[in-house]
């Protein structure tokens, strides 16, 4: 794109609402995401697809319609690598932020490779699910559609979460200072050192804006739960970590068909693992052994943390690892408040629970041979120049803190058979 017709392009996104120029101009953005796409040679499958975790059998009722439909269904795809000697680690699944979907973890908007298949090339049976309500999964519409036949009044439409550009830059901590007016990328400065692909936001010669193509609406209040005093604009949490949540406990579900996972979070969906842990359906609450808790590992990304765990659900989280992994360009100091003291009552409790603020790591603080400080990392960090050397740090952690004593209890176990058939 030359500078001339990129300037052209900005001049008309001044002048419309963000979200509505981007649907200008769809051709440019996807053949600049296509044109950028990287080989990162074979990746040797023994196989992938994509499945549902059920939802609820829903029955339709005038004036909406009649008869049976599936709602709140949570869509999940994945990728499972040929074995690799020594490369013997727990399922992973992971679960993207508010107003995105699995995309979030797939090639990056300039073309490198994602998360998913970086895991994969690592050996891990790699799981992408997308929340239910958001995406390829479903939710439920028939309030939209009373509203529409007159049987409701419009008020009582769910919100619908959007994610602009402005909210963007403030939310992704991309900007120097907060973006009020649009287009950012002309009224605010991107972070000195930043790690993200900002020429897929409209910054520097030859950008685009390409990253908004994966935006899409949060339907987050549709779900049951959204009459939680917690809503706020859509985004609804239960008031306690332990209440039933759609995602979670499908979550919980998935971790205990495979047999144990590594659940990961971001951003809307950081407490997610934290929420699945205490459902019922993990296994893991009441906690009894390692072999019946199907989470076999946490990792909250951006945030996720509880300063209202009861007695209860910190005997659980005592028993499985944790990670928070926080990136840079924060106006306050890290950990939260609320993040320290789910990790003083974590620690207290004798569990295993890691905080990774990636500016102030200290060598050898996560596991033997972690890094150091690393720098110019926002929100999306998992689309980042350096995605992979923070992917290393997960698998690093998941090594050590996961399939390390996942291995042991595998290890005890098949010597308490052996004991047993002996006697």
Request: net charge negative.
């Amino acid at each position: 794109m030359t500078t001339s017709y990129a300037k052209r392009i900005r001049d008309r996104v001044s002048r419309c609402v963000a979200f509505l120029a981007l649907a200008l101009m769809p051709a440019v953005a996807a053949a600049q995401e296509f044109s950028d796409l990287k080989l990162n040679g074979d990746l040797h499958l023994r196989g992938y697809g994509s499945f549902f975790i059920d939802g609820n059998q829903h029955e339709l009722e005038a004036p909406v319609g009649t008869g049976l439909s599936m709602i709140n269904q949570m869509y999940v795809q994945y990728l499972w690598p040929e074995k690799q000697k020594g490369k013997e680690h727990s399922p992973i699944i992971f679960v993207h932020g508010c107003c995105l979907s699995s995309k979030s973890w797939q090639t990056t908007p300039d073309g490198r490779m994602g998360w998913d298949e970086y895991f994969a090339r690592r050996g891990f049976d790699t799981y992408l699910a997308d929340q239910v309500s958001r995406a390829r999964s479903g939710f439920d519409a028939t309030t939209y559609l009373k509203v529409r036949n007159g049987a409701l009044p419009a008020s009582a439409n769910p919100n619908i979460l959007i994610l602009n550009d402005q909210l963007s830059w403030i939310a992704f901590r991309w900007g120097t200072t907060p973006c009020t007016v649009s287009p950012c990328e002309d009224t605010t400065t991107p972070n000195p050192g930043i790690r993200f692909p900002m020429k897929t936001v409209g910054v520097g010669p030859g950008s685009t804006l390409t990253f908004y193509n994966q935006v899409i609406p949060d339907l987050l209040s549709t779900l049951p739960y959204s009459t939680s005093p917690n809503c706020v604009d859509g985004n609804c949490w239960p008031p306690n970590p332990s209440d039933p949540f759609n995602t979670p406990i499908a979550m919980a579900q998935l971790a205990t068909k495979l047999g144990g996972a590594v659940l990961v979070g971001h951003s809307e969906s950081s407490p997610y693992p934290t929420y699945a842990a205490l459902q019922p359906d993990s296994g893991c609450r009441p906690y009894t052994t390692a072999s019946a808790c199907k989470v076999k590992g946490i990792i909250q990304i951006e945030t996720g943390c509880f300063g209202n765990l009861t007695a209860d659900d910190v005997d659980t989280l005592a028993h499985i690892p944790m990670l928070i992994v926080y990136g840079d360009y924060s106006s306050q100091p890290r950990p939260a408040t609320t993040c320290q003291t789910e990790i003083d009552q974590i620690t207290a409790a004798g569990g295993d629970i890691k905080y990774a603020w990636l500016p102030a790591l200290v060598p050898n603080d996560l596991y033997p041979g972690s890094p150091g400080p690393i720098f110019g990392n926002e929100h999306m960090m998992m689309l980042d120049d350096n995605n992979q050397r923070i992917a290393d740090i997960l698998i690093g952690w998941i090594g050590e803190h996961v399939d390390r004593k996942h291995n042991k209890h595998k290890h005890y176990a098949k010597h308490d058979k052996h004991d047993n058939h002996h006697h």
